[in-house]
């Protein structure tokens, strides 16, 4: 071989190496950007995309989907409901709320072994995910039936899937202010089909925000519902490594310590992660000594390393409490929820390994768009209606609360309306604005910019509130008590706190003032008066030029009812003759 053929050659090789580069460039970006849409966490969809999708999955799936069962369409369904009463139409969707509760569950994953291809399990696995989807949108057809927004995306629920199995210890992370909101039963049973000895936890996460009255009464409703839970703060716990203390909202100058109570005490982070583990380990002995191992998660009987798993929705205060646990930064922490993508496996100890799992928006009944945006579940930004939202905060947390935080004061309910009524959203927006200066460029009210500070505000817990457990009453609801001992030392330069009952008749020259401030009809009446004053006082002095005087026909006829015309002679030197 020749000098030129050798150096041709070299240059071939050289050239063909350089094009394998690049296509391994290509197809790195290629499956790089794959990922980020795959793991992008959606909740909701357009008509129009679930459309298309659905026709992908049909068309991809063809040789193993089933048909979907075509619903008959009732005609008299709008009819049913609409002669109803408010307290009727929420009775009437308990009750189909109850009846198809079976029906709202997590998405399974479908059996598998390691024999399958990876495209045997893909098909599978978006089959069984396309008629979990199917399900959930007839019961989206009941009118009945109110469905928050869900995870959508599959490989989010693949995320589940792994966590679930490779777990002896599911904890499921809430938010102490409305835990039953968060939880998903559902799951806790899904855990227990794959293996029997699995077990769920509740960590009650910023339990810092409850008085230790309502936890007490949370603490009560899960023993009795045998509920395996226990309180925890991630920001108390996170202060505790850098040195600080933080003391609980609720906390008055006498009583600063936590109860000793293990019912209701906040976990520090060496005791939860001692109990973690003591739970794991009570999992792996039951599971030893029945003799039996985790079906689909490959953990032997006698291992010697346990594993608990975290699941959640979004921005309950998931990542914060691995990164606690764990004792420095591993996953990212912002406000913005659903920023977890991947489930992390974290090794704590030599006995003990975390994994963390992204947030996920369960299925469930009975909860509006609205509340999502409020608890923190769906992203502020996204928020197109922001009164609704804001509503939610207004009846959530008590009239003199909100003015004793914002230092405002809001307009009081009008004569005939109930006096003890929550603020409406746009009073609330609006006296926020004027004493915040939020103005928009078309010159009136920021009433967006308003909305996201208050719904942080209510997320972060700056706005204290919380739900009761189910079935207290309302004489033992201690959220009045402990709302006033929370803001007791900020209340001082209220003059008079407004009477929270509505016993009392309202001032009446308080409700002049709130009408003339939020009544726009009295408004623009108002700049109608003033700005025609002078017209009107121009007008009164012409008045009497141009009235009609009659009054001097009394007296003057000839007793026919008619006016006598008198006609006087032109004296020298006077102007033209007039006529009377």
């Known amino acids: 071989m020749g000098k030129n053929e050798k150096t041709g050659l070299g240059r071939a090789l050289v050239k063909q190496h350089n094009q394998m580069i690049q296509q391994s460039k290509e197809k790195g970006r290629f499956y790089k950007n794959q990922q980020k849409k795959v793991l992008e966490s959606v909740t909701e969809v357009s008509d129009i995309d679930a459309i298309i999708e659905q026709a992908d999955e049909a068309d991809r799936l063809f040789s193993l989907a089933q048909p979907a069962p075509s619903l008959p369409i ?25 009846m198809h509760a079976s029906s709202l569950q997590v998405p399974r994953r479908p059996p598998w072994n390691a024999g399958m291809s990876v495209e045997e399990l893909d098909d599978n696995e978006r089959q069984s995910f396309l008629m979990w989807r199917r399900s959930l949108a007839r019961l989206e057809e009941n009118e009945n039936l109110v469905l928050t927004p869900f995870e959508k995306n599959l490989d989010i629920w693949r995320q589940l899937w792994r966590v679930v199995e490779r777990s002896d210890l599911l904890v499921m992370v809430v938010d102490a202010r409305d835990p039953l909101f968060y939880r ?14 699995k077990r769920t936890l509740l960590l009650i996460n910023k339990a810092d925000l409850l008085p230790e009255s309502v936890r007490k009464k949370w603490a009560e409703y899960f023993h009795l519902q045998n509920i395996l839970f226990l309180f925890w703060s991630a920001k108390a716990a996170s202060a505790s490594l850098e040195g600080k203390k933080l003391i609980a909202p609720w906390k008055t100058q006498n009583n600063l310590q936590d109860s000793d109570d293990p019912d209701i005490k906040i ?9 973690l583990q003591f739970e794991a380990e009570k999992v792996v002995k039951r599971r030893k000594e029945s003799g039996s191992s985790s079906s689909r998660s490959g953990n032997v009987a006698d291992i010697q390393n346990v594993i608990v798993g975290f699941v959640g929705y979004p921005n309950v205060g998931k990542s914060s409490t691995i990164n606690a646990l764990v004792g420095q930064k591993r996953t990212g922490v912002t406000s913005t929820p659903g920023k977890t993508k991947h489930f992390q496996t974290l090794i704590i100890s030599d006995k003990l390994t975390l994994c963390d799992c992204p947030g996920l928006v369960f299925p469930s009944f009975s909860s509006s768009r609205f509340e999502m945006i409020a608890s923190g579940v769906l992203p502020i930004d996204r928020m197109t209606e922001h009164r609704e939202a804001v509503q939610v905060v207004a009846n959530q947390v008590p009239r003199h609360v909100i003015e004793d935080i914002y230092n405002i004061k809001l307009p009081k309910p009008k004569p005939y309306e109930p006096q003890s009524r929550p603020p409406l959203a746009v009073e609330l927006l609006r006296t926020y604005c004027a004493s915040r200066g939020y103005v928009a460029s078309s010159g009136l009210p920021d009433e967006t910019r308003a909305a996201r500070q208050i719904l942080k505000d209510y997320i972060d817990g700056k706005l204290p509130h919380f739900q009761m457990p189910p079935g207290m009453s309302d004489a033992e609801d201690p959220t009045d008590n402990n709302l006033l001992v929370m803001h007791e030392s900020d209340s001082s330069d209220v003059e008079d706190p407004p009477d929270v009952e509505g016993k009392s ?5 308080h409700v002049l003032d709130d009408l003339n401030s939020f009544d726009m009809d009295n408004v623009l009446a108002s700049k109608k008066s003033t700005v025609t004053k002078p017209k009107a006082s121009h007008k009164h002095h012409k008045k009497p030029q141009r009235k009609k005087d009659r009054s001097w026909r009394v007296g003057n006829d000839d007793g026919d009812g008619m006016p006598v015309i008198r006609v006087f002679q032109k004296p020298p030197n006077v102007g033209p003759l007039k006529a009377t």
């Open 74 to 98: 009732s005609l008299d369904a709008s009819s049913s409901t609409s002669g109803m009463t408010p307290e009727e139409r929420r009775e009437q969707q308990k009750k189909e709320e109850i």
């Open 267 to 275: 976990f520090g982070r060496d005791e939860l992660l001692a109990r």
């Open 184 to 197: 998903c039963p559902d799951l806790e049973a899904y855990a227990r089909e794959i293996d029997e000895h």
């Open 505 to 509: 008749a309202p001032n009446i020259e």
